[in-house]
T-cell receptor, first 114, second 116 residues
Framework: AQSVTQLGSHVSVSEGALVLLRCNYSSSVPPYLFWYVQYPNQGLQLLLKYTTGATLVKGINGFEAEFKKSETSFHLTKPSAHMSDAAEYFCAVSDAGGGNKLTFGTGTQLKVEL | GAVVSQHPSRVICKSGTSVKIECRSLDFQATTMFWYRQFPKQSLMLMATSNEGSKATYEQGVEKDKFLINHASLTLSTLTVTSAHPEDSSFYIC????????????FGPGTRLTVL
């Protein structure tokens, strides 16, 4: 069985500050890892994903995440927060490609303040 | 990226009635679609995997007779909530698997169901 833990259901940062959203996973097989963003009353949009290869993954909107197997982590970062980044962020894991069943974390609500 | 639509975006119904939600892949064919539900302030929980031309695969604890899934074509899957009750009120989100290229899931915008 796979699981995802997102530490911090709410994160607040100032505009221009570093964004760090934490994600730890549990998987019995090499994981495929994803970060999605959800704006109010909308579906999910893929930010980035890790499948194989380079452990530092760059995504859309300036976000990136690093797969650390030794720490079973896949934290999401962005150097400088923008007001438009305020949304709900979900980390997810799959035991196969992105087209397969996803197990989601409980989400982190990011608030960006002036 | 590819586009997935859902219809309706919002629906309010009376307790005891049935509601059908459609999920369409607009610019690609999807042999597999997924249905999730999301309660307020919570994560997405997979309900079932919808396979074109065959029976859906339901997750443990999901009543297949209550949540009927039909995937009759390569671009359309439907979820019917039968005999809806207030506890079925939720945000239902579908996704469609695009296995061309990088094998990615694309999510629909969701359907807000309110059962009175």
């Amino acid at each position: 069985a796979q699981s995802v833990t997102q530490l911090g259901s709410h994160v607040s940062v100032s505009e221009g500050a570093l964004v760090l959203l934490r994600c730890n996973y549990s998987s019995s097989v090499p994981p495929y890892l994803f970060w999605y963003v959800q704006y109010p009353n909308q579906g999910l949009q893929l930010l980035l994903k890790y499948t194989t290869g380079a452990t530092l993954v760059k995504g859309i909107n300036g976000f990136e995440a690093e797969f650390k197997k030794s720490e079973t982590s896949f934290h999401l970062t962005k150097p400088s927060a923008h007001m438009s980044d305020a949304a709900e962020y979900f980390c997810a894991v799959s035991d196969a490609g992105g087209g397969n069943k996803l197990t989601f974390g409980t989400g982190t609500q990011l608030k960006v303040e002036l | 990226g590819a586009v997935v639509s859902q219809h309706p975006s919002r629906v309010i119904c009376k307790s005891g009635t049935s509601v059908k939600i459609e999920c369409r892949s607009l610019d690609f064919q999807a042999t597999t679609m997924f249905w999730y539900r999301q309660f307020p302030k919570q994560s997405l929980m997979l309900m079932a995997t919808s396979n074109e031309g065959s029976k859906a695969t339901y997750e443990q604890g999901v009543e297949k007779d209550k949540f009927l899934i039909n995937h009759a074509s390569l671009t359309l899957s439907t979820l019917t909530v039968t005999s809806a009750h207030p506890e079925d009120s939720s945000f239902y989100i579908c996704s469609a698997r695009d296995n061309r290229g990088q094998d990615t899931q694309y999510f629909g915008p969701g359907t807000r169901l309110t059962v009175l």
